[in-house]
């Protein structure tokens, strides 16, 4: 068997790792544009990292013996070195990312190495097959991930192909690399969001910001038509001036309608004291709403006999307001009425028998200065109420309490998850997306893409399949907006602002839980995610 001739490459000689590792650190800071914010994956690689370590794999190092037993000039070598480390040095930033002067220069260099390799391997029985120096070799990641590296390596020039045992990874590396190929440099054909203007007509739709585009528009149109079907189960709220008799902030503002953000619940069990045991307490990790200088804010719970009812108050909140009933670590909590404790197993014990609810403790609207923090109100906790899903997902969750917490309060299905209204308004977007995929579809045929009658699976290029490539953008972006519409979202009193579920990688317990409006324009809206979606693709 006949040896094939290996250079040595850049990487096993040296890398400039203080620039690579500078971008690394930058990108994670990085939202707009970046491929992540398409859908979420654990561990992602940094985007600079891998497009370093592609190119010096394939790039051969200068100092490498070329002619058999003829030695390099080191210096020359060094110099060449040196060359190649500031290739990598422009090739890692951010701004470079789509940089065609640089890539093609990143690029020229893998090509000038394939051939260097080619020609010493041109004996090789094989090397009509192996070593062609006009065709550079395939790059095959098979278990991809979020598809970082077969995204870099397709950028760098190189053919990619990405697979995974996990399905979500596997739609993301299609959805990244596979999808946009073939279907750049098209014109969008969706008709623009209700209110936007006409671009210029001429306009340039180069790589996938054609697609990019219909992405955008299809999804605005999801999100107009699922406000349209469900928006009655998001009410504004109308500040009175019963509301503003206690708080002198809310009286330039009666009369007003405000957009509601977000509805604040505290989970609640029947109280363990035989006194209240009618009663179902709240368990609130912290009444406290707002902690940004000049903006506190924080519920203050009324008990009244053997009843209670929050309030909203403005200012620095009390010391006890910080850590709700919450005793310590855990579940670990008071009852609201007696201060008697509350311990783990019986939470546990209520949970599993079903009788843990929830009860609406605060309402965040957006005012003309910013979040107004508003007492709960009997219509808007009825509305929520109100909402009838016509489905609910009955999938047992994995049996691994270690990762999914809520397994030991009796949230053991995906379905137990979501508030009826947050099923209601998910299943309304899942439903839509089949029909963004009919509706581009016809547009598609309007425009005069031809329809082959072959799927996006088939290898089809036509209308049918483009419609296809929509919704698989669209089919990702419903699914990220469930990090947000859930009950295991925890509202930031310190940004005033919705975090999303995943704050680890793991389901954990949330106590009180942000339940977003979709059609708010704040953090968790449908558009932000449907916008932060067509970016990545463009970019």
Same mark, same amino acid.
């Given at each position: 068997?006949?040896?094939?001739?290996?250079?040595?490459?850049?990487?096993?000689?040296?890398?400039?790792?203080?620039?690579?590792?500078?971008?690394?650190?930058?990108?994670?800071?990085?939202?707009?544009?970046?491929?992540?914010?398409?859908?979420?994956?654990?561990?992602?690689?940094?985007?600079? *990292?891998?497009?370093?370590?592609?190119?010096?794999?394939?790039?051969?190092?200068?100092?490498?013996?070329?002619?058999?037993?003829?030695?390099?000039?080191?210096?020359?070598?060094?110099?060449?070195?040196?060359?190649?480390?500031?290739?990598?040095?422009?090739?890692?930033?951010?701004?470079?990312?789509?940089?065609?002067?640089?890539?093609?220069?990143?690029?020229a260099e893998i090509r000038r190495s394939w051939r260097e390799t080619c020609a010493l391997n041109r004996n090789h029985p094989q090397a009509a097959e192996l070593f062609n120096p006009d065709k550079l070799p395939a790059f095959h990641d098979p278990f991809a991930g979020g598809g970082a590296i077969p995204l870099e390596a397709q950028r760098l020039g190189l053919e990619s192909h990405a697979s995974d045992l996990n399905p979500v990874a596997v739609t993301i590396n299609k959805a990244m690399i596979e999808i946009p190929p073939r279907f750049a440099g098209r014109k969008p054909v969706g008709p623009l969001p209700k209110g936007e203007k006409q671009t210029l007509l001429m306009e340039d739709w180069p790589g996938a910001r054609g697609l990019a585009e219909d992405v955008r528009r299809y999804g605005a149109w999801m999100r107009a038509e699922a406000e349209q079907r469900v928006g009655h189960l998001y009410p504004?709220?109308?500040?009175?001036?019963?509301?503003?008799?206690?708080?002198?902030?809310?009286?330039?503002?009666?009369?007003?309608?405000?957009?509601?953000?977000?509805?604040?619940?505290?989970?609640?069990?029947?109280?363990?004291?035989?006194?209240?045991?009618?009663?179902?307490?709240?368990?609130?990790?912290?009444?406290?709403?707002?902690?940004?200088?000049?903006?506190?804010?924080?519920?203050?719970?009324?008990?009244?006999? /053997?009843?209670?009812?929050?309030?909203?108050?403005?200012?620095?909140?009390?010391?006890?307001?910080?850590?709700?009933?919450?005793?310590?670590?855990?579940?670990?909590?008071?009852?609201?009425?007696?201060?008697?404790?509350?311990?783990?197993?019986?939470?546990? *014990?209520?949970?599993?028998?079903?009788?843990?609810?929830?009860?609406?403790?605060?309402?965040?609207?957006?005012?003309?200065?910013?979040?107004?923090?508003?007492?709960?109100?009997?219509?808007?906790?009825?509305?929520?109420?109100?909402?009838?899903?016509?489905?609910?997902?009955?999938?047992?969750?994995?049996? /691994?309490?270690?990762?999914?917490?809520?397994?030991?309060?009796?949230?053991?299905?995906?379905?137990?998850?979501?508030?009826?209204?947050?099923?209601v308004a998910l299943t309304t977007f899942s439903d839509l997306v089949q029909e963004a995929i009919e509706k581009c579809r016809q547009d598609a045929l309007a425009a005069g893409i031809a329809d082959d009658g072959a799927g996006l699976d088939g290898g089809g290029s036509g209308a049918t399949a483009y419609a296809q490539a929509v919704g698989v953008y669209l089919g990702l972006i419903a699914s990220k907006a469930t990090m947000f519409i859930n009950s295991l979202s925890r509202w930031r009193a310190g940004e005033g602002k919705t975090a999303p579920a995943f704050g680890r990688q793991a389901i954990a317990m949330v106590w009180d839980f942000a339940d977003v409006n979709p059609f708010a324009g704040a953090g968790g809206d449908f558009q932000g995610v449907v916008d932060g979606g067509a970016k990545a693709l463009a970019a």
């Open positions: 068997m006949i040896p094939i001739k290996t250079p040595k490459k850049l990487i096993e000689v040296a890398l400039p790792l203080d620039a690579i590792n500078a971008a690394a650190a930058r990108e994670k800071s990085i939202r707009h544009g970046h491929p992540s914010t398409l859908h979420l994956w654990w561990a992602r690689r940094p985007l600079a *990292a891998a497009r370093a370590v592609i190119f010096a794999q394939m790039v051969n190092d200068p100092g490498y013996e070329r002619h058999l037993g003829r030695g390099v000039n080191k210096e020359k070598a060094s110099l060449e070195r040196e060359r190649l480390f500031k290739i990598i040095e422009e090739l890692v930033l951010w701004e470079n990312t789509n940089n065609e002067e640089v890539l093609e220069r990143a690029r504004k709220i109308t500040v009175t001036a019963e509301m503003a008799a206690e708080r002198s902030d809310l009286k330039p503002l009666v009369g007003q309608s405000l957009t509601v953000i977000a509805w604040l619940w505290a989970r609640t069990v029947r109280s363990p004291n035989p006194a209240f045991s009618h009663v179902e307490v709240p368990l609130a990790s912290t009444f406290v709403l707002s902690s940004k200088a000049g903006k506190e804010a924080y519920v203050q719970p009324v008990v009244d006999g /053997d009843r209670y009812r929050f309030t909203v108050k403005v200012g620095t909140p009390p010391e006890s307001a910080k850590n709700g009933t919450k005793l310590s670590r855990g579940a670990n909590f008071r009852c609201l009425m007696s201060d008697t404790p509350i311990e783990p197993r019986y939470i546990k *014990a209520e949970g599993i028998a079903g009788r843990m609810c929830a009860k609406l403790m605060a309402i965040v609207a957006e005012g003309a200065r910013g979040r107004v923090y508003l007492s709960p109100i009997a219509e808007h906790e009825q509305r929520a109420a109100s909402a009838q899903p016509a489905w609910r997902p009955e999938t047992q969750l994995p049996d /691994d309490p270690r990762n999914f917490w809520t397994l030991n309060y009796g949230l053991s299905k995906f379905g137990d998850l979501f508030t009826s209204r947050q099923l």
